[in-house]
């Protein structure tokens, strides 16, 4: 059997059982007749592995030869889902693989079922993360990702009485045939310790860091292939080990060090996942983890460049670095130290280094999301970058000072220390005056950012501030996720689409073909039986795929309005109940999302719709209409499932609170039609696809900023004038959903009400509620609606990845494709 041709291993049927039977011999030491699914799985996965390896080495040959310019992405989370799937559907080889496995009876379904998701991420940061690293391999960019290889993975979630419970994700348990471990170029990254001001032979100052104590970075890399497979990056994750072999003399200053020693014993670094999104908690073992990280990718990108080049003032020539956030911001600091305290460089010419090679991206305008550490933590866990920072800062406002002389008030307000009862370190200034590119993630974000959130930085350098529209992937969220919208499209209009989703485009020409929208719909309609039968067996809701699945799947947060959702079907449910009002299009209700453990309003979210859902689901009039079911444990696997199969997608943030989002983006490009606020990038959406096309509802940014100022926006005037939405408060005060925990509701009442409903739920629900009914008319003409489905995906071309990806290039990065 002819395993080879040349160097490379072949890819017929043939070549890949043999490869599949050597693994599970050879390297797992099974026989074939006992081997298990999980054997299986890795004797696959060791299969496709071996044919990444041979193009990981050709890429890194390439881009070694060429002299290449870098571009390291740093992300505290990397939302991987799985991999196996993924790699076929990009080395093209699924096909074969799915046949070559079927002949040895194996259902190559099954095997990837079988395995955990990579939930290194909470959510749309780090999905974000793993979607430009897929679109960085298939444009042949030489793009790393580096962040933390976390032990345990994002929380699992599972429902008990209707409350979210979780449980640990233990991912690496059975190991992971897709990271290769690089213990010989482990990194050293001391923590802790004191500044000795001591000075130099020529008397000029000279701090030295002493005492400190060691951790080992282990780097684990795992393989990124791009689409069509000419290029294979890698996404490189440090794990944390303890180095007692490194020690120093150990600084001993009474017990509380100890005892905060002992907390963090080194190997706790890289243990954990933080699970909450948008919220910054400011925990030591938070900060420690940001160091660390930073820390190791700061020593291995300057090792990478010093193989090559040996001038540092070419470093932003050959390597650009991003911030996914203010997470990884630390590297600013710790570059300035390598550079300043390692390399012995003046500080200037540090610093111009430092600056030409960052860029920052901003996520969020959520002021309690907002990093600041305190000065005294800091000063504990890394006393040499706190210094660094002070000098960053001194120099900055002196400049601030001399431009705008006597402006106290600007100094104060840009400064990177915030001061009070205890002064912080703001992690965005730092980013900011560390970076020559500050961006955000859609129009309406970056514009709010210039004018609102950051207006000071905005006038002091206009020219970094830029925007980069976030977008997602087609390779894992159209022609994985979907494969039968995906063959049809490719039918259509060829496969060009895959590479550049623009040419979507030209499937609007069959937007009137009665043949075309007939086939569009039954791919439709079988992922809504597939989505049927995953809610029967995850969720235990019978649902009719006849009825219009309306699916709101996102972390669950007080800005998304999830609370929202849960309203619109109160009202329906009461509707039908007490009115005797039978809605024409019935509808299942598809939840998806996790909270975050500490967030108890989120978690109080949670188990208000799973007790509508008991209620309503029970009724036997409302049964016949509604459905309403949570999916447990959302996860990007779980996504690839629930998104094709829905028919509205929920996007509905209080205005200006979502910086873009790119759930939305997925159900578009899937043939869902959005109902959505104007904000983040459903406002884009909407200007692509038309507003013809979309359910826009709802408060704007000024008119939400016109409630919030004006100060007159009482949420009883609503409650009081509007019956419908009195009787939909009066509904939880009145223990409608919850007859056997009276009062467990009722905070939904005083939340809403005398809370005065910090999202304006009540200030939207009329608007909702009539945008909702427009949804009904238009599911009810079939025909129209798929007309708006056409266009929907048709226009989505924008939101692939590729193109943010190709914008970062081009505007911050500087480098192009190396093919
Ligand atoms: C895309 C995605 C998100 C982000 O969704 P938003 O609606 O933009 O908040 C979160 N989680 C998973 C698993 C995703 O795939």
Known sequence: ???????????????????????????????????????????????????????????????????VKRVYYLSMEFLMGRALGNNLCNLELHDTFKTALEEMGVDLEEVQECTADAALGNGGLGRLAACFLDSMATLGIP????????????????????????????????????????????????????????????????????????????????????????????????????????????????????????????????????????????????????????ACAIRDIAQTFLRSFDNFDIFPDKVAIQLNDTHPALAIAEFMRYLVDEKALPWERAWSITERTFGYT????????????????????????????????????????????????????????????????????????????????????????????????????????NNKTNGVTPRR???????????????????????????????????????????????????????????????????????????????????????????????QYLMITEDDICPEVPRTFVFAGKAAPGYKVAKQIIKLINSIATVVNAHPKARRFLRVAFVPDYRVSVAEKIIPGADLSEQISTAGTEASGTGNMKFAMNGALTVGTCDGANIEIMNEVGRENIFIFGHDVAGIRALREGRDYNPWDIYENDPSVKRILDAFSGNLFCPEDPGLFSWIFEHLLYGR????????????????????????????????????IANTGTFSSDRTILEYARDIWGVSPAL
């Open 362 to 465: 901003n996520h969020t305008l959520l002021p309690e999301a907002l990093e600041k550490w305190p000065v005294s933590l800091m000063e504990f866990v890394v006393p040499r970058h706190l210094q660094i920072i002070y000098e960053i800062n001194r120099r900055f406002l002196e400049q601030i000072t001399l431009q705008w002389p006597g402006d106290e008030e600007l100094v104060r307000s840009v400064s990177l220390i915030e001061e009070g009862e205890e002064k912080q370190v703001r992690m965005s200034h730092l980013a900011m005056v560390g970076s020559h590119s500050v961006n955000g993630v859609a129009a309406l974000h970056t514009e709010l950012l210039k004018n609102h959130l950051l207006p000071d930085f905005y006038r002091l350098w206009p020219k970094k501030f």
């Open 477 to 571: 969220w159209l022609l994985k996720a979907n494969p039968g919208l995906a063959s049809l499209i490719t039918e259509v209009i060829g496969d060009g689409w895959i590479r550049d989703l623009r040419k979507l485009k030209a499937l609007e020409a069959s937007a009137e073909d009665s043949e075309f929208l007939k086939r569009l719909m039954a791919v439709k309609r079988a992922n809504k039986e597939r989505l049927a039968a995953r809610i029967w067996s995850d969720a235990y809701v019978r649902v009719d795929p006849d009825s219009l699945f309306d699916v709101h799947a996102k972390r669950i947060h007080e800005y998304k309005r999830q609370l929202l959702k849960a309203l619109h079907i109160v009202h």
């Open 757 to 792: 409903d910090t999202y304006y739920h009540l200030a939207d629900l009329s608007s909702y509620l009539l945008i909702q009914q427009e949804v009904d008319r238009c599911f009810l003409d079939t025909r129209k609606w798929a007309g708006h489905v056409v266009k929907n």
């Open 1 to 67: 059997m002819k395993l080879y041709d040349g160097m490379r291993l072949m890819n017929t049927q043939e070549a890949l059982q043999g490869s599949v039977i050597h693994h599970l011999r050879y390297t797992l030491g099974r026989d074939w007749k006992k081997a298990s699914i999980r054997d299986l799985y890795w004797a696959v996965s060791l299969s496709v592995r071996d044919r990444l390896f041979e193009r990981l080495f050709e890429t890194e040959n390439r881009y070694r030869q060429g002299g």
């Open 143 to 294: 793009g790393y990702g580096y962040g933390i290889n976390y032990e345990f993975g994002h929380f699992r979630q599972q429902f008990c009485k209707g409350y979210q419970r979780e449980t640990s994700d233990n991912w690496l348990k059975r190991g992971n045939p897709w990271q290769i471990s690089r213990p010989e170029e482990a990194c050293l990254v001391p923590f802790f310790g004191r500044i000795a001001h001591t000075r130099d032979k020529k008397g000029d100052y000279n701090p030295m860091w002493r005492d400190w104590e060691m951790v080992v970075g282990v780097p684990f890399d795992m393989p990124i292939v791009g689409y069509g497979g000419q290029t294979v990056n890698t996404l490189r994750l440090f794990s944390a080990k303890s180095s007692e072999e490194f020690d120093v003399e150990i600084f001993n200053d009474g017990d509380y060090h100890e005892a905060v020693k002992n907390k963090i014993s080194s190997e706790n670094i890289s243990k954990v996942l933080y699970p909450s999104d948008y919220f910054h908690a400011g925990r030591l073992l938070r900060l420690v983890q940001e160091y660390f990280f930073v």
